[in-house]
C-alpha cells in the first residue's frame, strides 16, 4: 500500500531502460560480427566503415546519459482524488488522471520486466476510450500490482463522471453511477434510442391525418 500525497520513483525503471540497452548493444554486436565475417567491410571506404561503427557507438553514449537523467525526473503519487506522473529529460510532461474518470486499470509484466522483478500499470479513462492503448503507463513498479489494486480500490469508491451517451456508447466499458451503482454502456445507448423513438412516435401522432 503506497501512502497518499508521497512521491514515488519507478524503482526498476533505470534498470528496465538498461536492460533493453544492453540488448540492442548484443544484438548489433551479433549483427556487425557476422557481416564483418561475410567480408562486407574488406572492400569498403574508411568512411562506411567509420559511420557504421560511430553512429551506434554515438547512440549508445546518448541513452547511457539519457536514461538516469530520465529516471531523475520520473516520479508518480497517489492522491485522495488522482494519479499524477512527472516525467522527462527536454520536455517535461506532468499527467493527472482524476479516480472518477478512470474506466479500467491493469497490470502487465512483459518478459524483460519479469528479469528486472517489475512491471507495469496501465490507467484507461472515459475520455480516451477511441485510443490505442492506455492514457497512462507507468512502467518499473516493483509491486505494480498492489498498485493497480490500490488504485481500483478509489477507483470504486467514487462515483464516475457524466460523458456523453455517444461517448459511452462508443467505448463499451462501464460507467458509474452517482449512486454508487455501475450503468453498462450498451444500456446508456439503448435508453437514449428508446427516449428517441418516442419523440418520433408523438411527432408522427400529432401529424393531421388526410
Given at each position: ?167 459511452a456508447a462508443s467505448t463499451g466499458d462501464v460507467v458509474a ?7 453498462a454502456t450498451g444500456e446508456l445507448r439503448s435508453d ?19
Amino acid at each position: 500500500m503506497r501512502p497518499e500525497n508521497e512521491w514515488f520513483k519507478p524503482e526498476k525503471l533505470k534498470a528496465y531502460f538498461y536492460l533493453y540497452e544492453a540488448i540492442a548493444v548484443v544484438l548489433f554486436a551479433a549483427f556487425g560480427a557476422g557481416i564483418t565475417a561475410l567480408g562486407a567491410f574488406a572492400d569498403a571506404p574508411l568512411a562506411v566503415t567509420a559511420t557504421f561503427v560511430g553512429v551506434p557507438v554515438v547512440v549508445l553514449a546518448f541513452l547511457t546519459w539519457w536514461i538516469p537523467a530520465f529516471y531523475r525526473t520520473a516520479q508518480y503519487r497517489l492522491t485522495d482524488e488522482e494519479v499524477e506522473y512527472h516525467r522527462g529529460v527536454f520536455f517535461q510532461q506532468k499527467t493527472t488522471v482524476p479516480f472518477n474518470r478512470i474506466t479500467n486499470v491493469d497490470a502487465a509484466q512483459g518478459p524483460i520486466q519479469r528479469v528486472v522483478d517489475a512491471g507495469s500499470v496501465g490507467i484507461h479513462t472515459a475520455g480516451y476510450g477511441g485510443q490505442t492503448g492506455a492514457e497512462l503507463t507507468v512502467s518499473g513498479i516493483v509491486d505494480y500490482v498492489d498498485v493497480k489494486d490500490q488504485i481500483l480500490d478509489k477507483v470504486r469508491r467514487r462515483p464516475g463522471v457524466s460523458i456523453e451517451a455517444g461517448e459511452a456508447a462508443s467505448t463499451g466499458d462501464v460507467v458509474a453511477a452517482p449512486g454508487g451503482g455501475a450503468v453498462a454502456t450498451g444500456e446508456l445507448r439503448s435508453d437514449a434510442m428508446l427516449s428517441e423513438l418516442r419523440r418520433i412516435r408523438e411527432l408522427l401522432e400529432r401529424q393531421p391525418k388526410s
